[in-house]
T-cell receptor, first 111, second 116 residues
Framework: GDSVTQMEGPVTLSEEAFLTINCTYTATGYPSLFWYVQYPGEGLQLLLKATKADDKGSNKGFEATYRKETTSFHLEKGSVQVSDSAVYFCALSPFGNQFYFGTGTSLTVIP | EAQVTQNPRYLITVTGKKLTVTCSQNMNHEYMSWYRQDPGLGLRQIYYSMNVEVTDKGDVPEGYKVSRKEKRNFPLILESPSPNQTSLYFC???????????????FGPGTRLTVL
């Protein structure tokens, strides 16, 4: 069945470090791919998305590229800030009705 | 303000006592969904609704019921809660249309449920 596997956490980085959170997926066809972020005590918010192969989603300095050949959608940011500390979820939706989320990766950025 | 609201935010109950968690959105969205979040398991979809009177099972529907009588509301019903339903629950909505490009989901603030 459809599923998402994302990098285990927690991840701790110093401010201005480079961030990569790996995400790979299993799905039939061409699902849409998402990264959501959850700040402490809040619901999830969409960070970025890509709906077809080779699309690059970007927002707030974060980027992810939909790689069909490696079934991956890795999240990257060149220089993290303390305010980026949160839990990050990779997700996919094959047809726009059912959604499959990864287990989440906790990021802590220290000054 | 465009938002998804859930009530209650916190609930402690006992096994077998029926409960309802309400979810309401003011964005005129077609699509609504319920998820549960558990440590080490991420979010898992319980039920979703593509439109009024149309509901479908997600990955983990056992022990839950939903209804969609109005576009804005999508309550989650636990007829006979059990301790394994202790979890953090999120409602979400989206303007998503079946067959169209998958759209952004907007999440509520969550309901923390404890079943003793």
């Amino acid at each position: 069945g459809d599923s998402v596997t994302q990098m285990e956490g927690p991840v701790t980085l110093s401010e201005e470090a480079f961030l990569t959170i790996n995400c790979t997926y299993t799905a039939t066809g061409y699902p849409s791919l998402f990264w959501y972020v959850q700040y402490p005590g809040e619901g999830l918010q969409l960070l970025l998305k890509a709906t077809k192969a080779d699309d690059k989603g970007s927002n707030k300095g974060f980027e992810a590229t939909y790689r069909k050949e490696t079934t991956s959608f890795h999240l990257e940011k060149g220089s993290v800030q303390v305010s980026d500390s949160a839990v990050y979820f990779c997700a996919l939706s094959p047809f726009g009705n059912q959604f499959y989320f990864g287990t989440g990766t906790s990021l802590t950025v220290i000054p | 303000e465009a938002q998804v609201t859930q009530n209650p935010r916190y609930l402690i109950t006992v096994t077998g006592k029926k409960l309802t968690v309400t979810c309401s959105q003011n964005m005129n969205h077609e699509y609504m969904s319920w998820y549960r979040q558990d440590p080490g398991l991420g979010l898992r979809q319980i039920y979703y609704s593509m439109n009024v009177e149309v509901t479908d099972k997600g990955d983990v529907p056992e022990g839950y019921k939903v209804s969609r009588k109005e576009k804005r509301n999508f309550p989650l019903i636990l007829e006979s809660p059990s301790p394994n339903q202790t979890s953090l629950y999120f409602c979400a909505s989206s303007p998503n249309f079946l067959g169209g490009p998958t759209d952004t989901q907007y999440f509520g603030p969550g309901t923390r449920l404890t079943v003793l």
